[in-house]
């Protein structure tokens, strides 16, 4: 059935190292994909997207990789900082109509300093 | 341009209780859809809400109904409280797109339940 999971449930990353963050999923008829950042007491924060049409977007600091062929999500922040410290989210749907989102366990990213 | 709000922050009852939850989805959007986060763990879909009707729902049993106002709002209901139901209560706002389902999903800042 359909799953997202996560390789690493914990990492931990030098202040101003690059962190990269991995994702499984197991929908191959999923065509959208979202990155969330959950900061602890809040809702989840909107970070980066990427259709399936697409295996690469960029955007401030942050990029997202999408390789279909293994069913394989990543995102990788660069130049991490203490406020990047958070429960990092993927989250697949498949583009259908009365769409929900399925959401991996977490991924928690500790800053050191 | 207000963000996604929901109430209250926190909320605690006993089991067999009844709570409503509330949900003002982010202007301009027209779709609300809530999820379960227990601790420690990812959020699950409840339901969706379009048009004042349950467009689609997760694997939940009846006693969470909800509805959806004329102004887009929405309320999650949770009838007959058990110990399981402490958790995270997520709303999160979309707008529909023509003939396809609702796009990127924004979150409110969420409801503890905790039931005794």
């Known amino acids: 059935g359909e799953s997202v999971g996560l390789h690493l449930p914990t990492l931990s990353v030098q202040e101003g190292d690059n962190s990269i963050i991995n994702c499984a999923y197991s929908?191959?008829?999923?065509?959208?994909f979202i990155w969330y950042k959950q900061e602890s007491g809040k809702g989840p924060q909107f970070i980066i997207d990427?259709?399936?049409?697409?295996d690469k977007r960029q955007g401030q600091r942050v990029t997202v990789l999408l390789n279909k062929t293994v069913k394989h999500l990543s995102l990788q922040i660069a130049a991490t900082q203490p406020g990047d410290s958070a429960v990092y989210f993927c989250?697949?749907?498949?583009?259908?109509?009365?769409?929900?989102?399925?959401f991996g366990p977490g991924t928690r990213l500790s800053v050191l300093p | 341009d207000a963000g996604v709000t929901q109430s209250p922050t926190h909320l605690i009852k006993t089991r067999g209780q009844q709570v409503t939850l509330r949900c003002s989805p982010k202007?301009?959007?027209?779709?609300v859809s809530w999820y379960q986060q227990a601790l420690g763990q990812g959020p699950q879909f409840i339901f969706q809400?379009?048009?004042?009707?349950?467009?689609q729902r997760g694997n939940f049993p009846d006693r969470f109904s909800g509805h959806q106002f004329p102004n887009y709002s929405s309320e999650l209901n949770v009838n007959a409280l058990l110990l399981g139901d402490s958790a995270l209560y997520l709303c999160?706002?979309?707008?529909?797109?023509?003939?396809?389902?609702?796009?990127?999903?924004?979150f409110g800042p969420g409801t503890r339940l905790t039931v005794l």
């Open positions: 990427i259709r399936s049409n697409m």
């Open positions: 999160a706002s979309s707008l529909a797109g023509s003939g396809r389902g609702p796009d990127t999903q924004y």
């Open positions: 929908n191959s008829a999923s065509d959208y």
């Open positions: 809400y379009y048009e004042e009707e349950e467009r």
């Open positions: 202007s301009g959007h027209d779709t």
């Open positions: 989250a697949e749907k498949e583009d259908n109509y009365g769409q929900n989102f399925v």
